[in-house]
Structure formats: structure tokens, C-alpha cells
């Protein structure tokens, strides 16, 4: 009885025994999530992570544009019903003539001549009439506008300019090629009367350029 005792006994230390120790190593590490990258040092250069891109400046079509030259338009002059307010009025057309977009912006320049084709000097000045300048983009084809206004007067007051044609310029205050005239005195006749002269305002449309 005594042996078969102590036999169990061993037994129960063995049992104890093995409970007690930790559980076999297999060889591999129990896996640890990651966390996702919050904006903190890249993990290949250590540098931070930038938070966000910053595109590229894009160039838009009326940055590139060139502006139109005097040869680039034709231009017109319409003579404008006479009114009650004492100022003659014209109405001028650029239309582009090239095959390229072009783009106008501020003011033609306006000149009058005489029939030796000489300038003729007369107080004008620029005014933003109807609004502001505007850039004008012109396609093969398009127009822009602006208005003109200017007080006749008598060819013997010796502050009279007279002439027989309108010069237009989009690269010089005066001195431009000669207008296609619509409505005006023959040119034979010079008799294109001015005193003082203003010169709107270059516009998209038609619409107001000369009801200031």
C-alpha cells in the first residue's frame, strides 16, 4: 500500500510540474497590427510626409494670348444719328482679320486727317465710357467696340479741326491706319468738324458703347 502511495504522489508532482510551464515556442513572433501613417516621417527617409500636393499654376488661354496689332483688325466707323445734346457721335468696330486669336484691351487710339494726310491737332482725352477697359479676346472674326464723341464746329474758328478721315491705332495714340467711314461728310468735302474729342472705352458687345 505504501508503494502504490507513493506512486500516485510522484504522479501529481509530474502533473504540476508540467502545468506550471509556459507553452512551447513555435519559432514565430505573435503579429502586431500597424497603425495607419498619420502625416509623420516617411519610414524611407525620415523626412515628414508632406500633409497635402500643391498643383502646378496652370496658364490659362488669355495669359497666352498675344495682343492684336493694327494689322491684325479692320476697322469701321459708323456715323451716329445726331442728338439734341450738341456731340456727333461714331461708333467703331475692330473686327480680327487674321487667323489667330488676338486680344484688345483699353483703347483704340483716334486721329483725325486732313486731305494732304496730315494729322490734325485736337484736344482728346480717354474716358471709361460705358465701364472700365475690359480684356477683349478676339477670334477670327470677332468684333470689339468702342464710342466716340466730339464737338463739330466752325471751320473758320481757328480752334476748329477739320478733315476728311479718322485714323485708328492699337499700338499708338495716333497715326494709325485709315477707317472704313459709314455715315460721315464725303471726303471730299473735308468735312469732318471737331473741337475736343473722347474716346470710350473698348467692349465685348455694342450694347451702351455710345449712350454715355
Known sequence: MAGRANHLILAAVASAVVLALPACSTGQQPSTPIPPATGGASPASGEPAPATSRPAPRTTTADALRACRDDDVATVVTY?????????????????????????????????????????????????????AMPV??????????????RPCDKGDPYCGAGNTLRLSLQAETDGPAAELDGFPAPESSGITMKSLEIGTLQPSRQGVVAW
Request: hydrophobic residues 35%.
Open 137 to 150: 479676346t478676339l477670334r477670327p472674326g470677332g468684333a470689339a467696340f468702342e464710342g466716340l464723341r466730339w
Open 80 to 132: 451716329q444719328p445726331d442728338r439734341a445734346d450738341g456731340w456727333a457721335w461714331g461708333l467703331v468696330s475692330l473686327t480680327n482679320k487674321s487667323t489667330g486669336p488676338c486680344q484688345v484691351d483699353g483703347h483704340a487710339g483716334v486721329s483725325l486727317v486732313n486731305a494732304a494726310g496730315e494729322v490734325v491737332k485736337v484736344p482728346a482725352r480717354t474716358v471709361d465710357q460705358p465701364g472700365p
